[in-house]
Every structure is written in C-alpha cells, then in structure tokens.
C-alpha cells in the first residue's frame, strides 16, 4: 500500500547484516507479488563500504550487490544497487594520517559520520533534489537497545503519514521502519524460513554472526 500510494522513490539501507537484510527481502518479494504495471517507482539499496571493513563483510556486500542486480534485471524488478564510498577527504587514512585525528573511540567516533553516513546523506540529497521528496527504507528495530527504542518513539511522536516519520538531518526525506517491532528471534525465524530471493544463503549469514 505504502509503496502504490505515490510516485516518490524509495532507498533501502543495506549493510548486509540481519535486519537490512530483512527489509530488502520483504521490500524484494513485495515487489514480486506486484503485477508489472504497478512496479512503477525505482527502490534504491545503498551500501556503504567506508573502504576499513572487515575483508569478509566486505566481500559479502559486493558479492550481495553483484547478484542483487543481476536477479533483479532478470525478474525485471526496479530495483537498483548502489555501493556508496566517501569521498577523499573524508577517508580513514586521509583523516588518521594526514589530519592528525586520533585513533576513533567510544566518545569520539570521528569515523561513523564521515566514513558511513555522509555517503548516505549525499546519495539520498541526490534523489530529492531530482524527486522533491525520497523516503528510505531502515532496518531498526526498537528491541536492539533501550536507547534505539526512546529515539524510535521520538520518532513516532513526529509521524506525519501513515507509518513514515520525517528525517531529523536530511529535510524532504522521510523514513519507514518495516520492521520496527521484530525482536531479534522474529529477523533470525524469517531469514531461516525464507530463501533469500537474490541468492545469498542466509544461513551463510547466521554463520557470519557466530
């Protein structure tokens, strides 16, 4: 319903970890009960790779985003993968090395904003400034921790449609969380239940979290 009620483009974020990984699969096989006439709007998946990952996430992510586009051109679904880095400047070593900043810590994390988050605000900045509006699709969910579930109620507090909440950074965004209320058993049962659709083994992906 959220998706046939408008024209605005949708931007999945895809980490490649359990829960973006759950609202893609639900946003895929949305998508494929949709007749071809009503597949009208782009869904975008970004990612980030801040280009320090871990070499196995790393891998993971490519490979995700590589089969990602091939199965959906092949189903003729629209959507589109977009594997996002930050620009120079901002990059760990140029920043760590060059600028002098010190080695990232608890109460100075220097690395999230510069490394994942802006790459995410430009690309979404993008698709409004061509849109007039995008609304982006995360994976939070309120039972990870005490303080995502008072942000997320915060956020509710502010809803101005059904389900979508107003980004608090980038202004004519607006976000949805499918599935806010999962715990951490209800992410685990649908990925063992459901065949990843693009290809990926989601038991691969249980054995990564081990």
Request: charge should be positive.
């Amino acid at each position: 319903a959220l998706y046939r009620a408008d024209a605005t483009p949708w931007v999945v974020g895809y980490s490649g970890g359990k829960d973006s990984s759950s609202v893609l699969q639900l946003v895929w096989s949305m998508l494929e009960d949709l007749p071809p006439e009503e597949r009208l709007k782009t869904v975008h998946v970004i990612s980030t790779d801040t280009l320090v990952e871990n070499p196995i996430v790393s891998a993971w992510v490519r490979e995700s985003h590589k089969k990602i586009r091939e199965k959906a051109k092949s189903l003729y679904l629209p959507i589109e993968p977009h594997l996002l880095t930050p620009v120079v400047k901002d990059t760990f070593w140029v920043n760590l090395i060059g600028k002098g900043y010190p080695a990232p810590r608890h109460k100075l994390r220097w690395c999230t904003d510069r490394l994942k988050i802006r790459p995410s605000n430009t690309f979404v900045r993008e698709v409004v400034s061509q849109y007039g509006e995008a609304i982006m699709l995360l994976g939070m969910r309120r039972a990870e921790s005490s303080g995502r579930a008072h942000v997320m109620k915060q956020y509710e507090q502010r809803t101005v449609r059904d389900q979508l909440t107003p980004s608090g950074t980038l202004p004519n965004c607006l976000l949805f969380n499918p599935i806010e209320h999962w715990s951490n058993d209800d992410v685990w049962l649908f990925l063992m239940q459901r065949k990843n659709p693009w290809g990926h083994d989601n038991k691969q992906l249980l054995t990564m979290y081990r």
